[in-house]
């Protein structure tokens, strides 16, 4: 049985932040007249064809799994597919493009190449893998073939193939060797990496030895909710949600920091993130969806590309596909794709590349600026991307008077005919 999506296409010209854009397409498939009731997405993850997969989970509806093959989206479930009833965590890949499931109960392997039975599916309980815990949370392919798991209770499971095994963190790696597991990521080196409830590190599967990262760098290690490796093999790691510190990437030698102090991130809780084809950064929060090209950061948000949907909800889940699109599971049970189409510069231009500087940045609300601002249109908006009203007694000849507006995190966009810029300012 086939589930089918209603879509809708939205294409702009220019979205709120990002600047110099070409063209943008943002494709809204939606869950409507309970065609797909139980539309809640967990996860969601890219194939090895570029086929979108997506768990899916509502109270008090069968959970399920599904798939989109470019024209529409196939669902899997206990009624129609005999699928087991668990909530899907996670989704990786084999060699052989087998769809692996990491759930609240126990590992799935699915085929979907199969007869559509409920032979397609194999389930490793924890009889099968002889090892007991509570729930699978992310699993992982290594270049050799052989799949990995984060558990939560029983360590890092291994499978070969044919045997499990699992291996769980040594005395005096911390008060439990049986530590909650969240994600895992392998490098050019082979080694695993692993993020845990109060550590972070790698596993070696040569000589079966951990080693755990100095969490006194002063970036926060602990709880990692995802590691990631680009194609120069630095790893990106999304870092604590509670409270929230944004993202963080190593480069063997050093950590760099990114959230709200230094780019155009409005939240520094991270839902997601993912690295596409081009080696960029995509990120979720709470309200946004982020883009970093290395230099530069740009931001959307629901406003910007969700016109006519207001149910929409807050973006969640993120991956790239083959062909250079952006998935995302909104929390309203709805699934978007952006296809970019622009030459990225950024929200937050390098200071040394901008025709209008501002000063002082924080400001207690009087900004001075190297232009005058007659012919210059000047749009404010708050840290939601609402635009706020400006008083034409705020704007002098080059200087803004903000000391009206409260303490926080205000958006400035400057527009002429020939150029946008859009500038982060902090009132304290």
């Known amino acids: 049985m086939k589930t089918l999506f209603f879509t809708a296409t939205v294409i702009f010209s220019i979205s709120l932040f990002p600047l110099n854009i ?68 996670h989704i990786a890949f084999d060699n052989n493009n087998n769809v692996w499931l ?13 007869n559509g039975t409920q032979n397609d599916w194999t389930i490793f309980t924890e009889t099968e893998t002889g090892f007991e815990y509570d729930e699978v949370n992310a699993g992982l392919c290594a270049q050799n073939g052989d799949m990995w798991f984060a558990s939560g209770g029983a360590g890092i499971l291994h499978y ?17 060797s049986l530590v909650w597991f969240f994600h895992l990521a392998e490098d050019q080196n082979n080694l695993i990496w692993f993020s845990a409830i109060d550590r972070m590190g790698s596993f070696n599967p040569q000589n079966s030895t951990f080693e755990i990262l100095d969490l006194t760098t002063g970036v926060q290690l602990d709880k990692v ?39 155009s991130l ?43 949907h207001s149910n929409f909800g807050a973006l969640e889940e993120v991956t790239s596909d083959g062909e250079g699109n952006i998935w995302a599971i909104s929390g309203n049970y709805d699934f978007v794709k952006l296809s970019p189409g622009y030459q990225s510069i950024g929200d937050s231009p390098n200071p040394d590349q901008t025709k209008i500087k501002l000063w002082p940045n ?26 706020i009203d400006l008083p034409s007694t705020s704007i002098y000849f080059s200087q803004l008077d903000l000391s009206h507006l409260q303490n926080g995190i205000y958006f400035i966009k400057f527009k002429t005919m020939t150029f946008i810029e859009v500038h982060k300012v902090i009132i304290n």
């Open 102 to 114: 990491s759930t609240d109960q126990y590992v799935i392997k699915f085929n979907p190449n199969g």
């Open 225 to 263: 909710r995802k590691i990631e490796f680009d194609s120069n093999y630095n790893m990106w790691v999304s870092l604590p949600v509670s409270p929230s510190y944004g993202m963080a990437k190593y480069d063997g030698t050093s950590w760099t920091e990114y959230n709200t102090s230094n780019t």
């Open 22 to 89: 070409n063209s943008q397409t943002w494709t809204i498939y939606e869950s409507m007249f309970n065609a797909f009731p139980y539309s809640d997405g967990t996860c969601i993850a890219t194939d090895n064809n570029g086929k979108i997969w997506a768990g899916l989970d509502k109270y008090g509806e069968p959970k399920g799994l599904t798939m989109f093959n470019g024209t529409e989206w196939i669902s899997y479930d206990s009624q129609n597919h005999g699928m087991p009833e668990v909530i899907i965590n």
């Open 160 to 176: 070969d193939g044919s045997n499990w095994e699992n291996h769980t963190l040594p005395v005096g790696c911390g008060a439990n």
């Open 362 to 387: 924080p400001t207690n609300g009087y900004l001075n600026t190297n232009q005058e601002l007659d012919n210059v249109v000047v749009e404010i908006y708050d840290v939601n991307q609402k635009l």
């Open 266 to 308: 409005v939240s520094n809780n991270i839902q997601d993130f993912c690295i596409d084809g081009n080696n960029e950064i995509w990120v979720s929060t709470a309200g946004t969806l982020n883009h970093f090209d290395g230099t530069n950061w740009e931001t959307w948000t629901n406003v910007d590309f969700m016109t006519g």
